[in-house]
């Protein structure tokens, strides 16, 4: 049997096998009573879903959420989007996979740019900021949460759900932040801190290794509170910063959702925080709409729903 494409280019009615990640994997049951198992498979390429409908309790026991799969089976349109029916589905063998092209790093899904290359420009993006007490905090709390800030995803599912995905939202905020910057006489050093920290709070939010879920503090508390803390500690090992400032920073990542309705404790209250809450906005709902354009195998010129934009999208000609 055949190796199948990546999953960015499957296609319905194609029989293989692949290496793939498992990030999720559920016991379901069907409309007669009959249990299935729901799986979520990852490439370097995207995401896809997957279902088991036979031999479900031997199977369920061959692999895990979190681990690495060599699956075989069927591609299928299903409500407008492709998915995989597997025959099989098992944990990879290291020793065994490798003969056959298993590579950890084929099976992660990943940001389209180079960690390294995203790491440089944030460097230089907080290089620039003036105020060196801030450029200090700021610079002070990338050093503290490398490991995590240079690899963690933005979410679990919803926008940038991958490796670096944090990094690059964080970067793109920046981006269009600063131009807004120039167009409103916003303040740029808040501008560049609150895209750094509003999300910080995710590095404690999530745990990611190679698939991503919510901590217990996650859970509990979640990622707005845990992000003020996290400054809170920061400026403790930082002096000379003016209490105000602090204040701000707070405000900026507290408001930064745009409306208690969204999960804000506090509306934004300031120019900076405003342009903050807007971006972010704008910068997560345009990643799910091109997701779901990629995504989308539904015919005609417009998708299936999308249930979180609440809206089928057009699709613009092929260029």
Not at 18 to 30: A, D, I, N, P, V
């Amino acid at each position: 049997m055949a190796r199948l494409p990546k999953i960015a280019e499957l296609t319905p009615n194609l029989s293989g096998w692949g290496f793939f990640l498992c990030t999720r994997k559920e016991t379901r049951s069907g409309r007669t009573g009959n249990e299935f198992l729901e799986v979520g498979l990852t490439d370097v390429s995207g995401e896809i879903g997957a279902k088991v409908f036979q031999d479900v309790d031997a199977i369920k026991l061959e692999f895990d959420a979190g681990e690495f799969v060599k699956a075989q089976g069927r591609s299928n349109l299903y409500q407008g989007r492709t998915e995989l029916i597997l025959d099989k589905i098992r944990r990879v063998i290291p020793d065994r996979d490798a003969a056959d092209g298993f590579r950890e790093d084929e099976c992660i899904q990943c940001a389209p740019r180079s960690v390294d290359v995203m790491w440089a420009e944030l460097m230089d993006r907080l290089d620039s900021v003036q105020d060196p007490a801030l450029r200090n905090l700021l610079l002070g709390m990338v050093t503290r949460h490398a490991d995590r800030l240079r690899v963690w995803p933005a979410a679990r599912r919803v926008h940038h759900a991958y490796r670096s995905g944090l990094l690059e939202h964080v970067l793109q905020i920046m981006s269009i932040s600063l131009f807004l910057a120039d167009q409103y006489n916003a303040r740029r050093d808040l501008l560049i801190a609150g895209a750094l920290l509003h999300d910080i709070g995710k590095l404690q939010e999530l745990s990611y290794e190679t698939s991503t879920d919510y901590t217990v503090e996650g859970n509990l508390v979640g990622h707005i509170v845990l992000g003020v803390g996290m400054l809170r500690d920061a400026v403790r090992d930082q002096p000379g910063l003016p209490a105000e400032l602090v204040t701000e920073l707070e405000h900026m990542i507290l408001s930064h959702h745009g409306s208690f309705e969204h999960g804000s404790p506090v509306e934004p209250k300031t120019v900076e925080a405003y342009l903050l809450a807007a971006v972010d906005d704008l910068d997560a709902k345009i990643h799910q709409v091109r997701r779901h354009l990629a995504e989308d195998d539904s015919p005609g010129r417009f998708t299936s729903m999308n249930k979180r934009l609440d809206r089928s999208l057009f699709k613009p000609p092929a260029s």
